[in-house]
């Protein structure tokens, strides 16, 4: 939704659906093979819709010639919307038009970071919800805790005309409270996975774990839309996500009283990559009296800008690469990997406002203060570091026209590869005086949701996290990005990245490179087609070497800290939970799949 505030973008004009040379439109009819497949699996055919954006000549629609009725273009003026965006005007008539005539065919959104895909779904649902409300309307599904609490909260923001009740449906909640919840026939259910299903199954069998009302089940039947946002992750081989997408899609088809009832499923990403052939298969197939069903897929691809010589492998490249944003610069550093923390400390004295440190002191730092003079704290050595940790031109004020420097980053996200690794660098930073947030796993959902909230209001300028935030957050103050590991797959970085530079804003995001990672580096590159350039805001010499010393000694503190409060124990007791429960999630594919063999249809877990 960043996309809809702050800065105007740059104007663009739409290209009309012709067969013109200047149009890249790609519009066609195929059927998935596999070579290694088996013979006697069901072919699907998927109808195929690209769509290229060019900028500077397209001329914007209003939310009323969208389709959508008075009160939500009211609401969309008062949240400040002031035009669709591209991806906003193909799906939201595409989704009204389709709903309207009864086609229940699946649609595949693939538009970049930042674009406006989450008001894209919700506007249309809200303004069919509004002509006949009842509960369970739609459901919208998510990988992340995180993700599914922001849509939660567009929701009830964009439907607040209509005052439409949702239910947030998470691990790390009283699931007693979610269960009654969903028996009260919420209007929309924004969920995980994994929570999801299993209150499904619990519901479902009348099992006594959850409540006394989970002997009824949870209200789908009449379903209308089902929604997989951030689907390229959810629909991954061997993501965890696989057996919980199948129930939940399972349970939003009725197939009562012979007459098959089928809710239209809306797939939402930044990235759909290899996956894109099996992600058909699994979001067509459903089951009307015994039978598997397959619908036509309708695609659509969104790229704000595509050059004309790359007409003929539009549709190719969509499938390989993914367009990054306009304003997002990538650059990397090159360095040992046993001094990437010192490499890290250093980016943030020369590239974040006030060195990372918070402007004004908080109630925890004036208490401190006292106690150092009332002990008579010796603070030459404070002076010392405050020095190293601080750059010269931070008196200097914002409004200062310096045409020779970028201005300083307020608010950052680093990415690490771990939770242990988060952890320990959000310890080491606090070490050193570094304002700082970790986001993990490993915290609780209460902690989560504080450093996310707390980082949103710009109460503190460093996010310390893991991949969990990598997904679809919408932060528009997130100004850069420091990759301290780079991700296993190219995919994630193309996530990563995207939480900065949104909605037509600038950004900036720095990768620190070791002697290990130069093949990932090189697939990355081979991903977005953009080669990366090297920082040059680091010089060893003046900015990393002198803090040496201090980021050793602020380490060894750090693991000090994080042994003293249990955190290896935690680590290991979390490791082999995930070991027995991958361990089970194979036994139990395994099991599935010889059920398919020797039914003679293993069109639904190919490996």
């Known amino acids: 939704m960043s996309t809809l505030f702050g800065t105007k973008r740059k104007r663009i004009k739409k290209i009309p659906l012709t067969k013109s040379n200047d149009t890249i439109v790609s519009t066609e009819t195929s059927n998935n093979s596999n070579d290694n497949a088996n013979e006697n699996i069901p072919t699907i055919s998927t109808t195929t819709t690209a769509i290229a954006y060019k900028k500077n000549k397209i001329t914007y629609y209003s939310f009323k010639e969208l389709g959508l009725s008075k009160p939500l273009q009211s609401t969309c003026t008062n949240l400040g919307f002031k035009r669709p965006t591209a991806i906003q005007q193909e799906i939201i008539p595409l989704i009204l038009n389709n709903h309207s005539n009864n086609i229940k065919n699946p649609i595949l959104a693939l538009s970049p970071t930042g674009s406006g895909k989450t008001a894209s779904y919700i506007l249309p649902i809200l303004e069919k919800l509004s002509i006949d409300p009842y509960g369970i309307y739609a459901t919208i599904i998510t990988p992340t805790r995180e993700l599914a609490k922001q849509v939660y909260e567009q929701c009830n923001a964009l439907g607040s005309i209509y005052k439409i009740s949702c239910s947030l449906v998470v691990g790390g909640c009283d699931i007693v409270k979610q269960s009654c919840e969903l028996s009260n026939y919420p209007h929309i ?5 994994g929570r999801f299903a299993y209150l499904l199954r619990q519901h479902k069998e009348g099992s006594d774990g959850v409540s006394s009302s989970s002997n009824t089940e949870i209200p789908m039947n009449n379903l209308q839309f089902l929604v997989l946002d951030e ?18 899609i399972s349970h939003s088809h009725s197939t009562n009283n012979n007459n098959a009832r089928l809710c239209q499923i809306l797939l939402f990403s930044a990235t759909m990559t290899v996956s894109l052939e099996r992600l058909s298969q699994i979001a067509t197939s459903t089951t009307t009296n015994g039978e598997e069903q397959y619908l036509p897929l309708t695609k659509v691809f969104i790229q704000e800008s595509t050059n004309d010589n790359d007409a003929k492998n539009h549709e190719n490249k969509l499938l390989t690469a993914t367009k990054l944003p306009a304003g997002l610069v990538q650059e990397y550093i090159f360095m040992p990997s046993h001094v990437r923390d010192t490499y890290v400390v250093a980016t943030i004295q020369q590239l974040v406002l006030n060195g990372g440190k918070a402007k004004s002191d908080t109630e925890d730092n ?3 203060n006292k106690r150092r003079k009332r002990y008579n704290y010796n603070k030459q050595q404070e002076e010392d570091l405050t020095k190293l940790l601080t750059t010269k031109d931070d008196h200097n004020d914002d409004d200062d026209d310096d045409e020779n420097k970028l201005p300083k980053a307020r608010s950052i996200i680093l990415f690490c590869s771990s939770c242990e690794r988060t952890a320990h660098l959000s310890t080491l930073l606090t070490q050193l005086h570094i304002s700082n947030l970790p986001l993990h796993s490993l915290m609780s959902q209460q902690q989560r949701y504080n450093s996310l909230s707390r980082f949103k209001s710009r109460h503190v300028p460093i996010l310390v996290s893991t991949d969990v935030a990598s997904r679809g957050l919408d932060i528009p103050t997130v100004d850069l990005i420091l990759n301290v590991e780079l991700p296993l797959k190219a995919i994630d970085y193309i996530h990563r990245v995207g939480r900065t530079a949104r909605a037509g804003r600038r950004g900036k995001a720095i990768s620190f490179i070791s002697e290990m990672d130069i093949k990932v580096l090189h697939a990355i590159e081979e991903t977005t087609n953009i080669k990366l350039k090297e920082c040059a805001d680091i010089n060893e010499n003046d900015h990393v070497l002198p803090l040496l010393n201090i980021v050793s000694k602020a380490s060894r503190m750090a693991k000090m800290k994080l042994l003293d ?7 290991v007791k979390v490791k082999e939970r995930k070991k027995n429960e991958k361990k089970a999630r194979m036994q139990i594919r395994g099991f599935v799949r010889k059920q398919l063999l020797e039914k003679g249809d293993s069109s639904l877990f190919q490996s």
């Not at 259910?189 to 996975?193: D, L, N, R, Y």
């Not at 689907?231 to 129930?247: K, M, P, V, W």
């Not at 409060?565 to 680590?571: E, P, Q, S």
Request: aromatic share 6%.
């Open 565 to 571: 409060i249990g955190f290896d124990d935690l680590v």
């Open 231 to 248: 689907a390229d992750q959810l629909l991954t081989l061997h993501s965890g996500f696989e057996r919980d997408i199948a129930e939940i």
């Open 189 to 193: 259910v924004i969920a995980t996975p």
């Open 366 to 368: 004036k208490r401190t």
